[in-house]
């Protein structure tokens, strides 16, 4: 007997894929949507037996938002969670919300297929490596540090550090330069440099990564003590308006 669930992705071409062949092997979905952010008033109001909720950062802070207020909105909806390889406090996360089940993007539609069968019974529908990890990191979150600002942060000289979070304030290359004391083609350069160390593709990217991850606030303390460059511009904030063009 197919399953009544919907299949929610910020990607919808990926949605869509999965919603067909599920539908192709006996299930009746009723919907494929995104964005993941307006998932929970979807899933309340059609209330399916599971819910596949995508996301491609596990990790981020509040990502599973949606799964919690499912949870506690619709208790007998079992969601399970669709994305990358996740890290230990990525899973965890994800079950500390009420997900009751975590399928990789990669996976074959039958390994998916199952995961709906297990939540559906009531299972942990989640690979053994996977859970493993998680627990490990729920017994011993030290073992495994994940401060990705952090991390990030030490990829970049001191100089770097000024111009990302001069870039946050949404300073252009002109007035980086003159901020800074150097020529535009330099400060161009910088920019290029902080993009391709944090492995985005512009400077919105790169403000958004830096907010996300906590990086706008130590990289803040590091220019005020550091002062590598020119007269210190103040702190971003996440909220701060950049450009969203490249450098």
Do not use: W
């Not at 990607?11 to 952010?37: I, Q």
């Not at 958004?208 to 702190?235: I, K, M, Y």
């Amino acid at each position: 007997m197919g399953v009544r669930l919907m299949v929610v992705d910020d990607h919808r071409l990926l949605a869509e894929a999965l919603a067909s062949a599920l539908k192709l092997r006996g299930h009746r979905v009723l919907a494929a949507a995104a964005p993941a952010a307006g998932a929970a008033e979807l899933v309340i109001a059609r209330t399916p037996e599971v819910c596949l909720l995508g996301t491609s950062t596990p990790a981020e802070p509040g990502i599973f938002d949606p799964v919690a207020r499912i949870r506690r909105e619709r208790p007998q909806v079992a969601v399970v969670v669709l994305g990358p390889v996740p890290s230990p406090r990525g899973i965890a996360a994800a079950f500390a919300a009420g997900a009751c089940g975590y399928v990789r993007h990669d996976e074959r539609i039958e390994g998916v297929e199952r995961a709906i069968m297990k939540a559906r019974a009531g299972e942990a529908a989640v690979a053994p490596a996977l859970l493993q990890g998680a627990f490990a990191e729920l017994l011993n979150p030290a073992a495994q540090p994940d401060d990705e600002g952090q991390r990030l942060l030490e990829m970049l000289t001191p100089r770097e550090v000024e111009v990302l979070v001069r870039v946050a304030d949404g300073e252009d290359t002109r007035v980086i330069a003159a901020g800074m004391g150097i020529a535009p083609s330099t400060a161009r350069t910088h920019v290029q440099r902080v993009l391709m160390k944090l492995g985005v593709g512009s400077r919105l990217e790169a403000a958004a990564l830096a907010a996300r991850t906590g990086l706008l606030e130590r990289a803040g303390t590091v220019r005020d003590g550091a002062a590598p460059g020119g007269s210190a511009s103040g702190t971003a904030t996440a909220g701060a308006t950049v450009p969203g063009r490249g450098a």
